[in-house]
Structures are given as C-alpha cells and as structure tokens.
C-alpha cells in the first residue's frame, strides 16, 4: 500500500507539472504537402520583392500600390454584435470590431508587483489608463492587403487582390433591421466581372459571401478561386502561453491549431477543409466553403510576418457569356460553444476541450452556464458547481477516508510482517496478503476514488481555462476577472493553506516519507496554482474546504 500510494502521488504531481507547462506548446503532426504552384512572374511595369514562394494574395502588394489611382472608400456595416469597415480596395475587410468584448478588463485590479517596486525604490508607479476599446479581429499593417481579398491563381483570367472595386452603397445599418442586407463589391475587366456579394444577418455573426464571376468574352475560362484570410503577427511579442493564436483549420474532420514558428513557404493541404481560419484564445476568423471536399486550405508566412489561411477551390470552367458564384459562409466572432456549433461543420472543436477531456468539458460548460442563469454570477455559480461535484463524490471520498483508516490501524502489523520476512519477498507479499484479506481491507481502496476525481479536475480545468463566459468577467472584490490569475495570489495562497489542513487531517500509513511527501504537496499545488484562471482556483478552494468537512465529519463519526 506504501508504494502504490507514493506512486500515485508522485504520478499526479507529475501528471499536473507537465500538463501545466507543455499542454499549451501545440505538437502539430506535419500534413502532407502538395507541390505548391508555380509563384507568378511580375509584369515589367511592377517592382516585385523577391521572396521564395510567397503566398499569392501577399505578392500582389507592390503590383496594387502601383496600380492604384483612385483613393480607396471605407464602407461601415453596423450590427447589434459588430462593428465591420469595409474598404473598396479589394472589398475586402479593414476592420471587424466586436460589441460587448473589450480588449481589455476595465475593472480589474493591477498587478502588485509594479506598485511594491516602486515603493521600495522610491519611485511612485501609475498604472496605465485602462483602454476601453473593443477586441479586433483584423490585424494588417500598412501596404498590406486585407483578409477576404479573393484572387484566382492559377486561372486564365486573374484578379489582384487589392484591384479597386465599387459599392453598392455608402453605409449599412442594420441595428434596427429585421431582414438581411446586402453589400455587393464589383469590378469589371477585359475578361471578366467579378462580384463579391456579402450577406449580413442583424442577429448573429455570420455572413455570408457569394463570389459571382462572370465571363464577358466569347470564349470560356477557368476560374480556380481562393479566398484568404490575412493577418499580420508580431513574433517578437510574449504570446498566451494557455491560449494558441494562429492559424486554425478543420482538415479531413480534424480540428488543427498550427505554430506561428512552423510557417514559412506556401504549404497546400486538404482536400476536405471543412472550415480555415485565425483565432486567438477566446476569438476566431473562420471561412467555410461551399463544397469541402474539393477545397484545399494555403498556410504561408513572409518576410514582413504576414500570414495566410486561403481557401483554393477546384477548377471551374464557366462558358463565354455566362457566370459561375462561388459560395462561403463566415463566422467572425467570440469562440462561445453554443454558436460555433450552431454553424454545424465542427467549428466548435476550436476550443481546446482536447479529444479525450471533451466529454467531460463539455456537460460542465453546459452546467456552468446553466447555473449563471439563475444566480448571475460566475463566481458563484462555481461555488455551486463544486457542491454538486462533491455531493457525487461523497460516498467515493468516504470509501477513500475508512480504507485509509483501516490501513491505518494495521500499519503496525504490516510493518512486523515487513521486518519478520525481510530476507523472502514472495513470503511477504502472501502474509500481507493474507493480512489485507483477514482484516477485510482493500490496499487500493484508499487511493482509486482520489485518482477517479482526476479526470473531472483536468475537464472542469480545460472548461474554465477556454470558455470565453469567464473572460472578464467578476466575482467579488478584487477578483473582477474569472480567466486572470488572482493579481495578488490571495486565494492561492488560501487554497494551499486548506490544501495543508487537509493532508493533516488526512490518516498516514507510518511511513516516514511517505508523510514527508504528502506535507510537500501542498507547497507544490500552491505554485502550480499562482497563474492558474481564478475560477479553477475557486473550485479548487471550495472543494478543499467542503473536504475538510466532510473528513471532519467522517472522523468525528
């Protein structure tokens, strides 16, 4: 029993130390490339940059500045969720700012490190105005082109990406709107009449965009389209180390988050993409075509950090004097579960549940939020969730309690029988045995409900680390934050404190190191715990103190 106990301790200690440190670090299994296509030459008239197989839609930046001559339009679309700019330069998407989501907490509290060293060193530290303004999804610098640029590589009629188009109209309101509206971009060459035709619902966050083509020669053409989702990144910045931001893709019906440092020359993957995109921790820039079977999805990244998630679809041949769309549909908005599932291609599997936690992650989710419901806090619908988790373990932990005191009362015994059969191992292990089974005690009964509750700790661990319900959002006090660590270790701190009660109130089988250990662990969960979400670290708080209870209860009997 002494073994198998420090065995499982240390396993768990293990288990929680590397899950803490390298969950995050995502191992992507490299996809199987294609032959990317031949990169465009440059006309003559056009300074090109010279970069290795640079994606389509980034190589066409110098050719668009030194075409364009007539100043590009801004057109706004205003929803109850969003806030979109439109630019008639490619009409494609200058900014996407999204109502209700700031892009930072406005009333959380500052770290105390700043204010401490700046009393000791005798220099007074003023925190930052807090910004107000709303999180944004596009991320494009100057002379870049912008996301939703449309372009037909490899076609006998192109497009440049950041060609000018002209607009149906100058501003769309649909605040007060019941219906659908729509915004159409056109742009007419020798060849061909392109229309890119977006369709905004005032309800939610999906829009839908059509790509009409039509042929004005006699003759037909291929058309193979590709829309790209552009998005510049700062690799030099410090990034989330619980959250991936980067491109994201569901490819062969697997959710895929890519490494920013793995990118570089144009990578082809697919076919079957149910859906590409962007994401960050609690948001995402998604694209789903039409027909996923005959997409593939283009990752690259140049020199300037640009990024490219593009969507390629199959050859198209559209006669002369006829048209041909291309459908897609658009999710540009929080990563909240309900909604990404709502779009029915899997888009709610970019929420790093992991394969083998959702199962668990998800019915906590669902409670979580079933219980704001009626007491409008999630602090405190945490509080509860841990009480309902504790009534179902209830019979388990006192399994757990009275087989660790059974053990406790023969520990003495087992230690003779340990000193009498020193020199025959075999001898001992039957007397043991045959001790465990005359005093109707079960060696494992102590340690396999604790290792039953793992599972439950790591899903409500995964569901309250990504669920974008917690983002900024209060409790009591200085915990104005749910997804933050606590900025003054507070309840960590407490935590690891009733995490010690509960090790001492805890029966010991009599080994000396075996109790050492176990007095370690709780030093051991109060650093793991210090960056650790508030939520999970209120959980862990209240279920350390309904413990303590329940032991005390359970000793008192």
Partial sequence: MDKRTILAVVLSIAVLGVYQFYSYQKIVDKPVEKTAPAAVEPKKDVVAKPVTAVPRAVAAVPKAVAKKQV????????????????????????????????????????????????????????????????????????????????????????????????????????LNAKEKQELIFSQTSDKIKVEKIYTFNPDNYTIILDVKVTNLTAEPITQVPQLSWLNYVDMKKDFDSYGHDGPVAS???????????????????????????????????????????????????????LVEVSLRGQKELIPGGQSNTFNYSLYLGPKEYKLLKAQNVGLENSIDFGSWLKWLAIPLLYTLNFLHDYVHNYGIAIIILTLLITII??????????????????QPLVLALKEKYKKDQAKLSQETMALYKAHK??????????????????????????????RHSPFFWWIQDLSANDPYYITPIIMGATQFITQKMTPTMGDPLQAKLMLFMPVVFTFFFLNFPSGLVIYWLFSNLLGIAQQFYINRK
Wanted: glycine share 6%.
């Fill in 393 to 410: 373990f209830w019979p388990l932990k006192n399994m757990s309690y009275k087989s660790m005191k059974e053990m406790q009362k023969i």
């Fill in 251 to 305: 490819v062969a019906r697997s959710a895929t988050q890519y490494d920013l440092k793995e990118l570089g020359a144009e990578k082809v993957l697919g076919p079957d993409v149910l859906w590409a995109g962007y994401e960050s921790k609690y948001f995402i820039a998604s694209m789903i075509p039409q027909n996923p079977s005959l997409t593939n999805m283009i990752l690259a990244k140049n020199s300037s950090d």
């Fill in 441 to 470: 005690v079960n060696p494992m009964g102590g340690c396999l409900p604790m290792l039953i509750q793992i599972p439950v700790f790591f899903g409500l661990y995964k569901t309250l680390l990504y669920c974008i319900e917690l």
């Fill in 71 to 174: 100043a590009a339009k801004d057109i706004q679309v205003e929803t109850n969720q969003y806030i979109a700019v439109f630019s008639t330069q490619g009409g494609a998407l200058k900014s996407f700012q999204l109502k209700g989501y700031q892009k930072e907490c406005v009333g959380c509290s500052e770290d105390i490190y700043p204010y401490l060293k700046g009393f000791f060193t005798g220099k007074k530290y003023t925190a930052p105005p807090k910004s107000q303004a709303l999180v944004e999804l596009v991320d494009v610098r100057e002379g870049m082109p912008y996301p939703l640029a449309v372009s037909f590589p490899q076609s006998s009629a192109d497009l440049d990406s950041d060609v000018m188009f002209e607009a149906n109209a100058a501003k769309l309101d649909l």
